[in-house]
């Protein structure tokens, strides 16, 4: 099956800067958008940005210019740099591609995650 393959997590200083990669292992069609959310230890899933296929940006606001999204939809490629990082953003990272074409279901594909540690 489809597994998202995510790399660029790791350990930085406060106000370090980080770049996080996604890339399908095969090829998804169809593809409406793409992101990244967060998940920090008795925390709820918190979205960090996505990019939809209609050319719509949002962000968190808790992450609103520090970090950019980029990536292309149709080549399932997904990026996250992340600037002036603070112990907050501490978390797993996870990408995040929906899918979703005629009479077919909506579709999510989850990364396995990318820890990111920021130490004060």
């Known amino acids: 099956q489809v597994q998202l393959v995510e790399s660029g997590g790791g350990s930085v200083q406060a106000g370090g800067s980080l770049k996080l990669s996604c890339t399908a292992s095969?090829?998804?069609?169809?593809?409406?958008?793409m992101g990244w959310y967060r998940q920090a230890p008795g925390k709820q899933r918190e979205l960090v940005a996505t990019?939809?296929?209609?050319?719509?940006?949002k962000y968190g606001d808790s992450v609103k210019g520090r970090f950019t999204i980029s990536g292309d939809n149709a080549k399932n490629t997904v990026y996250l740099q992340m600037n002036n990082l603070k112990p907050e953003d501490k978390a797993v990272y996870l990408c995040?591609?929906?899918?979703?074409?005629?009479?077919?279901?909506?579709?999510?594909?989850w990364g396995q995650g990318t820890q990111v540690t920021v130490s004060s």
């Open positions: 095969e090829h998804i069609t169809n593809v409406i958008g």
């Open positions: 990019m939809s296929n209609r050319d719509v940006i």
């Open positions: 995040n591609i929906c899918r979703s074409s005629g009479p077919e279901p909506r579709h999510d594909y």
